[in-house]
T-cell receptor
Framework: IAGITQAPTSQILAAGRRMTLRCTQD?????MYWYRQDLGLGLRLIHYSNTAGTTGKGEVPDGYSVSRANTDDFPLTLASAVPSQTSVYFC?????????????FGPGTRLTVL | GQNIDQPTEMTATEGAIVQINCTYQ??????LFWYQQHAGEAPTFLSY????GLEEKGRFSSFLSRSKGYSYLLLKELQMKDSASYLCAVSDNDYKLSFGAGTTVTVRA
């Protein structure tokens, strides 16, 4: 693994189903983030984690949950998917959660909820 | 709340210069980032400004005026591979990034 990876690359999901998007980084970054990107709205922060064992809510957290059991992994779960959650989801990481915090992005997961 | 504005689209000719403006009103300021995003790909870091002035990095330069809540990204000697979306992002009081909707730049031959 080099950098930050996400799985799956794309997924079509029936409404009401549960789905977990996976994110793994091998850079030993403390902070990790989940964004969704929708046309005309740009990237919006869903949840974040400043360090392993802690999580926080971003701008659009409703309908999503996260966990950060270790430094490398930051999965995003949709408990019961709805069509409005159709989007491209990007995971990102940064060395720290403060000061200069350049974020490195994964390749994204394209999710369609029908 | 956060308000970050940038133009939706810009078109320019290969070899020309394009300036992408970004204005912001945010809860606190801890720096401004520019990212490049090619269609279907992840955003990648271009530049960071935290103090007023111009930062130059090869063909790309970024300017910041904190008092005016204003930044621009200058792309010189445009190449076809520069066709992409350019995202302005502000680091707020909690060091979280708020992104503008992005500016799609199309470079014509």
């Amino acid at each position: 693994i080099a950098g930050i990876t996400q799985a799956p690359t794309s997924q079509i999901l029936a409404a009401g189903r549960r789905m977990t998007l996976r994110c793994t980084q091998d850079m030993r970054h403390n902070a990790m983030y989940w964004y969704r990107q929708d046309l005309g709205l740009g990237l919006r922060l869903i949840h974040y984690s400043n360090t392993a064992g802690t999580t926080g809510k971003g701008e659009v957290p409703d309908g999503y949950s996260v966990s950060r059991a270790n430094t490398d992994d930051f999965p995003l779960t949709l408990a019961s998917a709805v069509p409005s959650q159709t989007s491209v989801y990007f995971c990102a990481s940064s060395p720290t959660s403060g000061s200069y915090n350049e974020q490195f992005f994964g390749p994204g997961t394209r999710l369609t909820v029908l | 709340g956060q308000n970050i504005d940038q133009p939706t689209e810009m078109t320019a000719t290969e070899g020309a210069i394009v300036q992408i403006n970004c204005t912001y009103q945010t809860s606190g300021f801890n720096g401004l980032f520019w990212y490049q995003q090619h269609a279907g790909e992840a955003p990648t870091f271009l530049s960071y400004n935290v103090l007023d002035g111009l930062e130059e990095k090869g063909r790309f330069s970024s300017f910041l005026s904190r008092s005016k809540g204003y930044s621009y990204l200058l792309l010189k000697e445009l190449q076809m591979k520069d066709s992409a979306s350019y995202l302005c992002a502000v680091s707020d009081n909690d060091y979280k990034l708020s992104f503008g909707a992005g500016t799609t730049v199309t470079v014509r031959a």
